[in-house]
């Protein structure tokens, strides 16, 4: 409805992401925990690699199937690069 009026709708990394159809995310990452600190001490470099990007629902609000990826640019923990693993998710 905003939008419609419009109004601009805005947000910065996931909250960018939640206007798009879908969002690309590494929220299962292990330490992406409030604590994630300690976390880190407690589990080895296997355990911080081990662990894949996600594609989960966003609100749709922009027109078409489109899926926003947040720091694109980067790669994880897990040493992949979040635009490869995009691109192989939208081919999927």
Known sequence: EAAEKGKVLCGAS???GTWFSSVHTDSLRPDNV???EAMRNELDDDDLKNWDYVKINGLGIAPGNLMAVPHFD???TNE???AEHAQQVMTE
Do not use: E, I, Q, Y
Request: hydrophobic letters at 40%; a positive charge.
């Open 74 to 76: 980067l790669t994880g």
């Open 80 to 82: 992949v690069a979040k």
């Open 34 to 36: 409030k604590n994630s």
């Open 14 to 16: 996931a909250g960018a």
